[in-house]
């Protein structure tokens, strides 16, 4: 059985529709803090407790026979994080701690984690690669790193297998419609662009237009959800077979698109003109990030298959259908 933590969010609810439709047994563990259960397949087991209570966690891991996690389980917000490092630091550094814990007490040694390309800060090349120097601009960032750290001297201590998966930014919903990206509040570009144009905000900000890039607005490598979803499955089979270990792969398409070509995607897609309003930089935003994802290509045999058309058109279906997300 994998352990999937987080998997009430959105990433991790993907994953965990993926890992089922393979046949795999899946525990979520969910504090819903900004999950939501409704997101969950009912086909997996759905635990609600937070990773914070080692009593619950070992459990947990009593009660079920876990044999790798995948940990999605953080708090993910690049703004928030400067303005209350404290949240992140308990919810990220202190919670996987208590995970790494609870699974070197009962011999599960194998974990994926999920960590961001906000470890890189501004990176000095035009595309990431792994070995690009790790210099964070913000505690979010530094948070991932400081996890990854310490898998790293975990795993020469107590044996721990791990793979660290630093994505760029996901969009795009399950090609069903039955779960897409809702937050509440909205902070990610692509939902929060749709969600104006249904009408929930008056207007889209676009935080700075005076950046050194193509149009002045900041540029991101955009990875549709499934793909991440697949590169999470392909990880965790390299994984438990110990055919890759210890290793760290960026996922991203390889290819950036500006703050501006987003909107203009999500005006394509729903035929609907947004209202812009600028405002000035929000700090601890880099210019640009883009990531060669060529090693988890050659190594994992990871391809991803959709383009930022296929995740604005995923995403606009879902919130169409689901114009309140998971509250109603």
Not at 40 to 67: P, Q, S
Not at 187 to 216: A, S, W
Not at 249 to 264: A, D, P, R, T
């Amino acid at each position: 059985m994998i352990l999937v933590t987080g998997g009430a969010g959105y990433i991790g609810s993907h994953v965990v529709k993926l890992l089922l439709d393979s046949n795999f047994e899946v525990l979520v563990i969910d504090n819903l803090s900004t999950g939501f259960k409704k997101a969950v397949d009912n086909r997996a087991i759905f635990v609600e407790a937070d990773l914070g209570n080692k009593e619950e966690l070992d459990k947990m891991f009593i009660k079920f026979n876990i044999t790798g996690v995948i940990h999605f389980a953080a708090s993910a917000y690049v703004g928030e994080s400067v303005l209350k490092p404290q949240k992140y630091y308990k919810n990220n550094v202190i919670t996987t701690i208590n995970l790494l814990e609870a699974m070197l007490s009962h011999k599960v040694e194998k974990i994926i984690f999920s960590s961001s390309c906000a470890v890189y800060g501004n990176p000095t090349g035009q595309v990431i690669i792994e070995t690009e120097k790790n210099n964070p601009i913000n505690p979010y960032g530094h948070t991932k790193l400081i996890c990854e750290k310490i898998l790293e001297n975990y795993s020469r201590a107590y044996n721990l297998t791990y793979i660290n998966l630093r994505y760029f930014n996901v969009a795009g919903g399950h090609p069903t419609g039955v779960i897409g990206e809702y937050h509440n509040p909205e902070t990610h570009l692509i939902p929060r662009v749709l969600e104006h144009l249904l009408g929930k905000y008056k207007d889209i900000r676009i935080f700075g237009n005076d950046y050194p890039t193509k149009d002045g607005t900041c540029i991101r490598d955009y990875i549709h959800v499934m793909d991440l979803a697949e590169a999470h499955k392909l990880a965790l089979v390299a994984l438990l077979k110990n055919h890759t270990i210890n290793e760290v792969f960026n996922l991203g398409i390889g290819k950036g698109y500006s703050v501006k070509e987003v909107i203009s995607k999500c005006e394509e897609v729903s035929g609907i003109k947004a209202n812009i309003r600028y405002e000035n930089r929000r700090i601890g935003d880099p210019a640009m990030l883009v990531a060669s994802a060529d090693k988890a290509k050659n190594e994992l045999g990871w391809v991803p298959k959709y383009d930022i058309n296929h995740m604005v058109s995923s995403a606009w279906k879902w919130h169409q259908n689901n114009p309140n997300g998971y509250t109603t």
